[in-house]
T-cell receptor, first 115, second 113 residues
Framework: DTGVSQNPRHKITKRGQNVTFRCDPI?????LYWYRQTLGQGPEFLTY????????KSRLLSDRFSAERPKGSFSTLEIQRTEQGDSAMYLC?????????????FGPGTRLTVT | EDQVTQSPEALRLQEGESSSLNCSYT??????LFWYRQDPGKGPEFLFT???AGEEKEKERLKATLTKKESFLHITAPKPEDSATYLC??????????????FGKGTHLIIQP
């Protein structure tokens, strides 16, 4: 399978704990995006990488959130001191760096439950 | 601020009953409009990209069209396996075409046999 992969698929944590999610994009896709989706809503953009550079961050990305993409390959999203409001599906997407090709391909997501 | 509004929120059809889903948008310079399908508990699956008014794209029983203010996803003779949430999203040219997508809340489509 050459699609976007995300791990873990599910995570249950207690309020105040730190969690880290991993995303492996489609091979050779230079662009990588993180989104958050809650029940009944569409995905909301969090942040974007082109290769290893983080080029854009949404105001939704509070100081407790940090994302990295070392060496321009996989990416990690860390949430520190989790709160119940962080419970959501966290989606990763990747896109090729081609002119006139902007579609994003999503992974299966990581469902986070904060108790 | 970019905005996307989808209607209806939910739609129940009989198998074979054609219909259309609406996506209205406001964006400061449209780079592209995207349609996705999402099944419960899964990530969105890419369907179409539309770039300019008047453009149309087709895939099996689905056809997407675009005007300057809205897009339609037409479903012809749907089957139960077409049941899913259909998401519409826009990307603005603000960031050179690499911005994150702004999504609507989706239309939850149920096709009854």
């Amino acid at each position: 399978d050459t699609g976007v992969s995300q791990n873990p698929r599910h995570k249950i944590t207690k309020r105040g704990q730190n969690v880290t999610f991993r995303c492996d994009p489609i091979s050779e896709h230079n662009r990588l995006y993180w989104y958050r989706q809650t029940l009944g809503q569409g995905p909301e953009f969090l942040t974007y990488f082109q290769n290893e550079a983080q080029l854009e961050k949404s105001r939704l990305l509070s100081d407790r959130f940090s994302a990295e993409r070392p060496k321009g390959s996989f990416s990690t999203l860390e949430i520190q001191r989790t709160e119940q409001g962080d419970s959501a599906m966290y989606l990763c997407a990747s896109s090729p760096l081609r002119i006139s090709s902007y579609e994003q391909y999503f992974g299966p997501g990581t469902r986070l439950t904060v108790t | 601020e970019d905005q996307v509004t989808q209607s209806p929120e939910a739609l129940r059809l009989q198998e074979g009953e054609s219909s259309s889903l609406n996506c209205s948008y406001t964006v400061s310079g449209l780079r592209g409009l995207f349609w996705y399908r999402q099944d419960p508990g899964k990530g969105p699956e890419f369907l179409f990209t539309l770039y300019s008014a008047g453009e149309e794209k087709e895939k099996e029983r689905l056809k997407a069209t675009l005007t300057k203010k809205e897009s339609f996803l037409h479903i012809t003779a749907p089957k139960p396996e077409d049941s899913a949430t259909y998401l519409c999203a826009v990307q603005s040219i603000r960031g050179g075409g690499a911005d994150g997508l702004t999504f609507g809340k989706g239309t939850h489509l149920i096709i009854q046999p």
